[in-house]
């Protein structure tokens, strides 16, 4: 299905700052795609703006995916829930909350749907593939660049090629994904083609990748976390949690309130707290110079000469199914 790069109006990338979707844009640079022509889009877990709230994401996730869309020249833009996780979760008898984004520094507001279907969540997202109970994903990133994707004046009667990064060897379910197909939001004003671009790549390519371009991964990785999703993902090993309780204690114990504020653990088993006693900290004196990176504002350089393969490389834990 996938034509020559030449063929689309626009390459979007979903662009979440972690190796795979990295790799991809580097690859997609490597063969041919114009600059130009593409598009980073990134889906800020926690919202922004006068609608964010601290809540799940690392703090130093947008300034490092800032630093690679100027390292690269590339287009970056930014969509979100309003509220983000945070407002997901606490939502009460209620429809999900409305969509922002930034484009090319113009900002759009995509309300709730009138005909949506109020509910109640308060309860965590289920440790299972199911998109239907492991919220965070469908209604954090998939649906919010959906609807972006699918409101954007300017795609309209565009031919468009959205890449995104999951790999087979990532998850039982992702092996089954198709490398390429037509777009949810694919309609008679606008063709846009998915393709999963590495799909097949094993993680060494990724990595490689990155060391001959010269990138330096996301802090997170060097702390020992394996994939950049949440900085809390529920996916976590005790060893993940008992390493964030180094990293940033204060969010152990925010987690910790919100589950005896819902009465509904992270865990199907534990609470945070027993999780996190249970692991040993991945931290070592070698990688605890990154805690500071991951825990604030990323603004220093990610084009390095000194590249070194993380502590969270080629692990297990973290990241979606």
Not at 4 to 32: M, P, Q, W
Not at 41 to 53: A, F, K, M, P, V
């Amino acid at each position: 299905m996938i034509r020559e790069f030449s063929y689309y109006d626009k390459i979007i990338v979903s662009y979440s700052g972690g190796k795979d979707s990295t790799a991809l844009v580097l690859n997609l640079l490597e063969n041919g795609a114009d600059p130009a022509q593409m598009e980073l889009w990134h889906q800020s877990i926690d919202g922004r703006g006068e609608t964010c709230r601290r809540f799940f994401d690392w703090p130093a996730t947008e300034g490092y995916v800032n630093q690679i869309a100027r390292h690269l020249n590339l287009s970056l833009s930014y969509q979100w829930r309003e509220y983000g996780f945070y407002g997901e979760l606490y939502r009460t008898d209620s429809r999900t909350n409305g969509v922002r984004f930034e484009r090319h520094g113009l900002f759009g507001h995509l309300p709730s749907s009138p005909s949506g279907q109020k509910s109640t969540r308060l309860k965590w997202p289920a440790k299972t593939a199911s998109l239907t109970t492991r919220w965070c994903s469908a209604y954090l990133k998939i649906d919010v660049a959906a609807r972006a994707l699918a409101n954007m004046p300017d795609l309209r009667d565009k031919r468009i090629l959205y890449v995104t990064g999951e790999r087979r060897e990532e998850s039982t379910a992702r092996s089954k994904y198709n490398e390429s197909e037509l777009h949810r939001t694919n309609s008679k004003s606008r063709l846009v083609h998915h393709w999963r671009m590495g799909i097949d790549w094993p993680e060494r390519r990724v990595w490689d990748l990155m060391e001959k371009h010269g990138i330096t991964p996301h802090p997170a990785y060097y702390l020992g976390f394996p994939r950049l999703s949440c900085r809390s993902c529920i996916f976590y090993s005790k060893d993940h949690w008992a390493t964030l309780d180094q990293v940033s204690p204060e969010v152990i114990r925010m987690i910790a309130e919100t589950e005896e504020d819902l009465n509904f653990k992270i865990d199907n088993k534990f609470t945070i707290k027993e999780l996190s006693q249970m692991g040993k900290s991945l931290l070592i004196p070698e990688n605890h110079k990154y805690v500071k990176l991951a825990i604030s504002d990323f603004n220093t350089p990610i084009s390095t000469n000194n590249w070194q393969l993380p502590a969270g490389a080629f692990g297990n834990g973290g990241g979606s199914l």
